[in-house]
């Protein structure tokens, strides 16, 4: 009598080939979403981080305002129009505004008229 005949072992090399699509999905998945995300939330933090007085800001809900002041670590006071001041959470600011010079909105003003006539 003799012994059954056992299945061939795949061996090592066949397994690392059948495991081969599943590394690239990840290495693929890794560079085009994980580490850009990282990124975006790091400079997040640390544009939220450097915030100071007198930063123009835009908020999550699409406020635009000055930075007046700080209430505490995780709270800001943002002035809205003249007289007008709001406190706003830190995490809610998305982004920095480029500020503006007076200069330029009289110019912008100035040729949108000559414009009109």
């Known amino acids: 009598m003799q012994p059954p005949v056992l299945a061939a072992d795949p061996g090592a090399g066949g397994i690392f080939v059948q495991f081969l699509p599943f590394i690239l999905i990840f290495a693929i998945f890794y560079f085009l979403l994980i580490l850009p995300q990282q990124r975006q939330r790091r400079k997040m933090q640390e544009m939220l981080a450097n915030l100071k007085t007198g930063d123009r800001v835009v908020t999550s809900g699409g406020i635009l305002g000055k930075i007046v002041g700080f209430r505490s670590t995780s709270v800001l006071q943002l002035e809205v129009a003249h007289q007008v001041k709001i406190d706003v959470a830190r995490s809610a ?25």
Do not use: H, N, Y
């Open 93 to 117: 600011i998305t982004s920095l505004q480029a500020p503006e010079s007076e200069g330029e909105d009289t110019e912008a003003k100035g040729a949108a008229a000559k414009g009109k006539k």
